[in-house]
């Protein structure tokens, strides 16, 4: 249920903050919808106390909401319901200064959605994810998790074709189209707006480690640090795109996190690592070899088992499946690997202690929660059956293998929509209320973005047709 008055412990947050940061005037409140849009409202200083008392009320079609802002009927959470609306309640810790808007005196603030009644809403991601956290909590395990984010700085103005390009580099002034992996020319090229980026990283409370410059122009990775608490991993993870995106800005580009803005370059991906804890703090995929954990074997083969049916959630819209080509470290099939980026899930190389599963699946638009949710999910079911894997890849990942075929995974849209929505096993873990949602969202924009006619289908078909 929800309190009456606000928990003693947010409560010292909230004055702590307020007595720390008397420059602050607003505050914006938001929850992330299914295609992780900011939604919510901005509040004074004078009503943010309210706020933490009694929570801010947002209609629950927020989670029904396409690409475009626009309400998915069919989901029943529009008219149907009356576009009722529903309580929000501050996610404990999220409360940071916005400093690209401190000359405005903006804080922010993350929400989840609840029943009037104080349940949570099947339809808030961060909820599901809690529904499957709390399997694990039930056998004194602790998920460890940390992820990975792939993005492109790009250009504010497009191309001839009204297609994205590269910036002009900060210190070169040049665009930059080939491909230097790693490099650290590039990492120093925009230095500037990887620190601007790292600072405000800090001021938000996002774990961030490492940055590196990856194959396509302008392309760069981050990550971010292993927490035991995956719902705050989470919520780190969308507060770091909210900070790239504007960052970026305040240096002249843009930055996507689109799976594949450029069609001949790499894309970027979200990739999720994860280990268990016991009750004593003792990693559970722990071993001298890497695989000599039984728990970790089991839970790849959970995995293993569940990837095909996850498409829909690692890969949420049609740019998605562009990322899915042979050779270019994107998997094509459900197979695990020691240390070879050309698998599904990936066995990184590490001393035993900090032994984990690499998950390589999702585009960067994916869900972090629903991701996170999904991968927790195949490794509980793993643990549950305690079945061993087959043997694990060795060599090229995208030549067949005729003595341990892997099956393939949904390279297309509806294909991977039609498998999500016959599987039980994404109904037993996410529930039926929010995974009926989730396909009928998902088919709503498929519908819609099939009617467009494209430019090459006119280039190319017209005349002979």
């Known amino acids: 249920m929800l309190p009456s008055k606000m928990p003693t412990t947010v409560a010292m947050e909230l004055d702590a903050f307020l007595q720390a940061h008397p420059d602050i005037r607003f505050f914006d409140a938001f929850l992330h919808d299914l295609n992780t849009v900011e939604r919510g409202k901005r509040i004074d200083r004078a009503g943010i106390a309210r706020l933490y008392e009694s929570g801010m009320l947002l209609p629950g079609s927020m989670f029904a909401l396409d690409v475009l802002g626009q309400t998915c009927e069919a989901s029943g959470l529009g008219f149907d319901d009356g576009d009722a609306d529903r309580p929000c309640r501050p996610i404990p810790g999220s409360l940071r200064p916005v400093p690209w808007l401190s000359r405005d005196g903006v804080a922010q603030l993350q929400l989840s959605m609840y029943e009037s009644d104080g349940r949570p809403f099947f339809a808030d991601p961060r909820q599901v994810l809690a529904r499957v956290l709390d399997r694990f909590h039930r056998l004194n395990l602790t998920p460890v998790v940390a992820l990975e ?218 869900n972090p929660y629903l991701l996170v949710a999904w991968v927790l999910a195949g490794i509980h079911r793993g643990l549950s059956r305690g079945e061993e894997p087959p043997p694990p890849l060795d060599g090229n990942a995208y030549q067949p293998v005729p003595s341990s075929p892997a099956e393939p995974l949904p390279r297309y849209w509806p294909a991977a929509l039609e498998r999500f929505a016959g599987s039980r096993f994404a109904e037993e873990y996410l529930g039926r209320p929010f995974t009926e949602l989730y396909g009928v969202l998902r088919r709503s924009e498929l519908d819609e973005f099939e009617s467009h006619v494209s430019p090459l289908e006119i280039e190319r078909w017209l005349g002979p047709a």
Request: a neutral charge; hydrophobic letters at 40%.
């Open 149 to 366: 984010y792939e993005f492109y700085l790009i250009d504010r103005e497009r191309d001839p074709d009204h297609l994205p390009q590269p910036p002009r580099g900060p210190l070169s002034g040049r665009r930059k189209f080939g491909i230097q992996i790693n490099s650290m020319l590039d990492v120093s090229e925009y230095s500037a707006v990887l620190s601007d980026i790292d600072t405000a990283c800090q001021a938000q409370d996002v774990p961030a480690t490492t940055a590196l410059a990856e194959h396509g122009p302008g392309q760069f990775e981050v990550n971010l640090a292993h927490r035991p608490d995956a719902l705050a991993a989470c919520d780190q993870a969308l507060r770091f795109k909210r900070i790239v995106k504007h960052v970026a800005r305040a240096h002249g580009c843009e930055a996507t996190f689109l799976p594949k803005p450029y069609r001949d370059k790499a894309g970027s991906g979200l990739h999720v690592h994860a280990s268990l804890l016991d009750a004593g703090g003792r990693n559970l995929f722990a071993a001298a070899s890497p695989t000599g954990s039984a728990d970790l074997r089991h839970a790849i083969r959970g995995l293993l088992d569940t990837l095909a049916d996850g498409m829909a959630i690692c890969a949420p819209g049609p740019n998605s499946y562009r990322r899915f080509r042979p050779e270019t470290y994107v998997p094509l099939a459900a197979n695990w690997s020691l240390n070879n980026r050309g698998a599904a899930l990936r066995i990184p190389h590490s001393d035993a202690d900090n032994r984990r599963i690499e998950h390589r699946l999702a585009g960067a638009d994916a």
